[in-house]
């Protein structure tokens, strides 16, 4: 199995759409990674978990779910570098690869010496810019394909649907 932890806030200020993003909106900026994360986990099979400082966000730590992806929030005076390191150690075994995706240099080199692979934010982007154009090549020739409806509806109720389908607001 393959596991890819990301250290949010750095993946955050090291990719141009999210950092313009987290100029206006933080919290859109954690949500847009976590999809991005989502469609990675979906077309890679890596299991994700992003790892957001807690510094931001105050109380205690919080771990969920968002699109399947697992979101940790440190607690109060923990970075995510060390929740990264700690969970890079905890969850390291024969079966499982460990990936860590940061530009932090310094982590970078610390969860290797943990047998942790790296990934630098560039990586990251360039292997989700790769994703988005597989899913939208398979799109367009599922939509080449698709028969037409036997009860013709606007676009815009086509698109209600798919969202229903999708189990979306």
Do not use: C
């Amino acid at each position: 199995m393959d596991i890819l932890l990301v250290d949010g806030y750095n993946i955050i200020g090291a990719w141009p759409e999210l950092k313009a993003l987290k100029e206006r909106d933080l919290a859109a900026a954690r949500d847009r990674l976590i999809e991005k994360m989502a469609e990675y986990q979906a077309f890679s099979g890596y299991r994700v978990i992003v790892v957001f400082d807690a510094q931001y966000v105050q109380g205690a730590a919080k771990k969920y779910k968002n699109h399947k992806v697992e979101v940790i929030f440190t607690r109060e005076n923990e970075t995510a570098d060390e929740r990264i390191e700690k969970m890079a150690i905890s969850l390291n075994n024969r079966k499982t690869q460990i990936h860590v995706a940061t530009s932090d240099y310094t982590e970078q080199w610390a969860i290797f010496g943990q047998g942790a692979l790296r990934k630098s934010a560039r990586e990251l982007l360039n292997e989700v810019l790769s994703i988005e154009k597989g899913i939208a090549k398979k799109v367009k020739i599922i939509q080449e394909r698709k028969p037409v409806s036997k009860i013709p509806i606007s676009d815009e109720m086509a698109e209600i649907f798919e969202k229903w389908r999708r189990g979306e607001k």
